[in-house]
C-alpha cells in the first residue's frame, strides 16, 4: 500500500497559534510519526514535506496525485476557541472515504476520550486537499492550539505519540496492514533522548528497555540518581 502523509501548514504559514506552539511544528512532529509506524508495517509512505517548508494547498494534492497513493492523510491543529478532535472528508463523499475515516476516527477519538477531551465528530467540508486528491482522503484536526487543556496535551511528547500510534492503527486497520516488525531490544522513539540521559547519567546501563523492572532495579537507580 501506497500513503501520502500531509503535515499542515509550513514556512511562512504557521497554521494556528497558540500558548508558545505554532500548528506548523505540531503536524510535521505527527505526519513523520505516523508515516514511519507506517513503513514498519510494510507500507510505502510519502510526505508531502519533512521539514519547515511552504507547500500551496494545490501542490500538495498534485503531489499525492503523481505519486499514484491509495490514501491521502492530512494532519492539522485546530484553532477558535473549542476542545477535542474531529475529522473530515470532502462534501459528500461516502463509500470507502467514509470507511476508512471512519476506522482512523475511531482509534484517535478514543485516546482525546482517555484524556478528558471531545470527539467533536466525523464531518465533511469543501476543503481543497480532500477535494483535488483523486484518491481516498480525510483530515485529521488533533485539539485545539488556543484550548490551555488541549494545548498542554499537544506539548507532551507521550500524547504526541499515542496520537501517532492510534492514527497509524487506524489506517493499518483499515487497509489490512501487517503487524509492525519490532526488534525484542529496540527502544522506541519517545524514549531514545530519556534512554541516554540515564546511560550518560550512570543510572541505568540502558539495556532490556522493554523488560519489566523490578523493585531492586527501581531501589539501584533511585540511589544513583541520589549520588
Do not use: C
Amino acid at each position: 500500500m501506497k500513503f501520502m502523509i500531509d503535515a499542515g501548514h509550513g514556512g511562512k504559514d504557521p497554521g494556528a497559534v497558540g500558548n508558545g506552539l505554532q500548528e506548523k511544528d505540531l503536524t510535521l512532529k505527527l505526519a513523520l510519526r505516523i508515516g514511519e509506524l507506517l513503513t514498519a508495517r510494510g507500507a510505502d509512505v510519502r510526505y508531502t514535506r519533512t521539514n519547515d517548508l511552504f507547500l500551496e494547498l494545490s501542490d500538495r494534492a498534485k503531489a499525492a496525485n503523481a505519486a499514484g497513493v491509495q490514501y491521502f492523510l492530512s494532519v492539522h491543529i485546530n484553532a477558535g476557541g473549542g476542545s477535542g478532535f474531529e475529522s473530515f472528508t470532502y462534501t459528500g463523499s461516502s463509500g470507502a472515504t467514509s470507511a476508512y475515516r471512519n476506522l482512523i476516527h475511531r482509534h484517535v477519538a478514543a485516546e482525546f476520550s482517555k484524556v478528558g477531551l471531545s470527539d467533536r465528530g466525523q464531518k465533511q467540508a469543501n476543503l481543497a486537499v480532500l477535494r483535488e486528491t483523486k484518491m481516498p482522503a480525510a483530515l485529521l484536526e488533533y485539539g485545539f492550539i488556543d484550548n490551555g487543556k488541549d494545548a498542554a496535551l499537544l506539548k507532551d511528547s507521550g500524547f504526541l505519540e499515542r496520537l501517532a500510534v492510534a492514527t497509524a492503527n487506524g489506517v493499518a486497520e483499515a487497509f489490512g496492514l501487517q503487524a509492525p516488525q519490532v526488534k525484542e531490544d529496540a527502544v522506541s522513539d519517545w524514549a531514545r533522548e530519556a534512554q541516554e540521559w540515564a546511560v550518560a547519567a550512570g543510572i541505568s546501563d540502558g539495556t532490556r528497555p522493554k523488560d519489566p523492572v523490578t523493585r531492586e532495579e527501581i531501589w539501584t537507580m533511585l540511589y544513583r540518581m541520589r549520588k
